[in-house]
């Protein structure tokens, strides 16, 4: 069984401070994806990385694959209030002819104005 | 509008009834998944469709739960005879033959 282990489950943080979302797992992924997801609503795609090592930025978040494709990060320099929500990191477990995505629990942030 | 959609956003339901929900993905994507998330947890897969093809079920999907896409476009998930427990948000996605999945608005089911 291909797990996702992501932390800190839940992160209060001030506006303006910078955080760091981690997704572990002890298998190797295809690709890892990152969504964001609002109360009530469907999680929407952030990035998909897909080469270990690789570093995708979107503004002011910054996504990096591990070399060894088991592990993937989410930093996010001086968060707004807007970046409340819930991340959740995906993965395509290989072979990926399904598409299936495994999902790690999510971690819960909460922007503080 | 060309983004997956849901139908019903809500529904309560008594246990022991029958619903279904049904998901209209984008247009150009042959592959269809469902998903059920229950609150503080990641969404879970349920099931797979390639075109009009069922091709993957989990163990999640009980007898009480089937899923169609008829004609490979729009798809119907349905649970039989409810249960206090199938309450959670069911989430429809659609990709094209990668792994970019985009995910709907979701079904918020209550079982009462």
């Known amino acids: 069984t291909q797990l996702l282990e992501q932390s800190p489950q839940f992160l209060s943080i001030q506006e303006g401070e910078n955080l760091t979302v981690y997704c572990n797992s002890s298998s190797v992924f295809s690709s890892l994806q990152w969504y964001r997801q609002e109360p009530g609503e469907g999680p929407v795609l952030l990035v998909t990385?897909?080469?270990?090592?690789e570093v995708k930025k979107l503004k002011r978040l910054t996504f990096q694959f591990g070399d060894a494709r088991k592990d993937s990060s989410l930093h996010i320099t001086a968060a707004q209030p807007g970046d409340t929500g819930l991340y959740l990191c995906a993965g395509a477990p290989p072979p990926s002819n399904t598409g299936k995505l495994i999902f790690g629990q999510g971690t819960t942030l909460q922007v503080k104005p | 509008d060309t983004g997956v959609s849901q139908d019903p956003r809500h529904k309560i339901t008594k246990r022991g009834q029958n619903v279904t929900f049904r998901c209209d993905p984008i247009?150009?994507?042959?592959?269809l998944y469902w998903y059920r998330q229950t609150l503080g947890q990641g969404p879970e897969f349920l099931t797979y469709f390639q075109n009009e093809a069922q091709l993957e079920k989990s163990r999640l999907l009980s007898d009480r739960f089937s899923a169609e896409r008829p004609k490979g476009s729009f798809s119907t998930l349905e649970i039989q005879r409810t249960e206090q427990g199938d309450s959670a948000m069911y989430l429809c996605?659609?990709?094209?033959?990668?792994?970019?999945?985009?995910f709907g608005p979701g079904t918020r089911l209550t079982v009462l």
């Open positions: 996605a659609s990709s094209p033959p990668y792994n970019e999945q985009f």
């Open positions: 247009s150009e994507h042959n592959r």
């Open positions: 990385v897909v080469t270990g090592g």
